[in-house]
């Protein structure tokens, strides 16, 4: 193993790499100086649910595309690949798109397997269930922000992390193992607002996604299963409203 910290086979400029990475880290700190989190603190029949959740949304989807931008430009900059090779859209026909969706509803089905059994198993020990009851969405445009938001978090977190990231970190280490392990840290420490407890599905999810990119060497899969995994509340808030 060997560390480049000029990162001389990267995807972007070293500079572009910790200004990002610096970017991501600064989450907790852009929560907190927007008041972002103030929605859990209301109650789901709050007059002014509507407004903080709205807020949240907006605040979350804003920092994910600006982390997008952050690592377009130093890709587009450096230029050593193109935006379709980092996604993986070689899909070789038909037969190819059939093979990526496939696997992405595998994910999905494996996503909703990890998720059901940390609500079973953890559920009982997060006592703060009620303040995370009230970032549900409650009315149709708070489920239209959500689903925003869930969409944004698929593309973004998937092309941010097990694209940029990964490949940086495989650069600067010349290890796939270890660049996956920065990677999943990074991503992990943007969800520590949710509280301890719900890390353990979040690294369990970055690992299969981390696994499904490598594995088919394209970032469609867990794009597909990432933002209809977190969409699903609101798809399931239209099915019974609308």
Request: aromatic share 14%.
């Amino acid at each position: 193993m060997r560390f480049d910290w000029r990162l001389r086979d990267g995807i972007a400029s070293p500079a572009n790499f910790v200004l990002l990475v610096s970017f991501l880290l600064s989450f907790p700190l852009i929560l907190r100086l927007t008041g972002a989190l103030a929605v859990a603190y209301l109650g789901p029949q709050s007059p002014e649910h509507t407004h903080a959740f709205l807020r949240l949304c907006l605040v979350l989807t804003g920092f994910l595309w600006t982390a997008f931008i952050i690592a377009f430009a130093g890709v587009r900059n450096r230029g050593a690949i193109t935006l379709r090779q980092l996604i993986g859209t070689d899909w070789r026909g038909t037969t190819g798109i059939a093979a990526h969706l496939g696997v992405a509803v595998l994910v999905l089905v494996v996503m909703a397997l990890i998720g059901n059994a940390s609500a079973a198993f953890l559920g009982p020990f997060q006592h703060d269930s009620k303040a995370f009851q009230s970032m549900v969405a409650q009315t149709p445009t708070e489920a239209f922000a959500f689903l925003v938001l869930a969409l944004s978090a698929g593309f973004v977190e998937e092309f941010v992390f097990r694209g940029y990231i990964q490949r940086q970190c495989q650069a600067l280490f010349d290890n796939t193992a270890l660049a996956s392990l920065a990677q999943i840290v990074i991503f992990t420490y943007g969800h520590f607002y949710q509280g301890w407890l719900r890390l353990i599905p979040v690294i369990l999810i970055a690992v299969v996604v981390t696994l499904t990119a490598l594995w088919r060497k394209s970032l469609i899969p867990g794009m597909v299963a990432h933002g209809l995994g977190d969409g699903l509340v609101s798809f399931m808030f239209f099915f019974k409203h609308l």
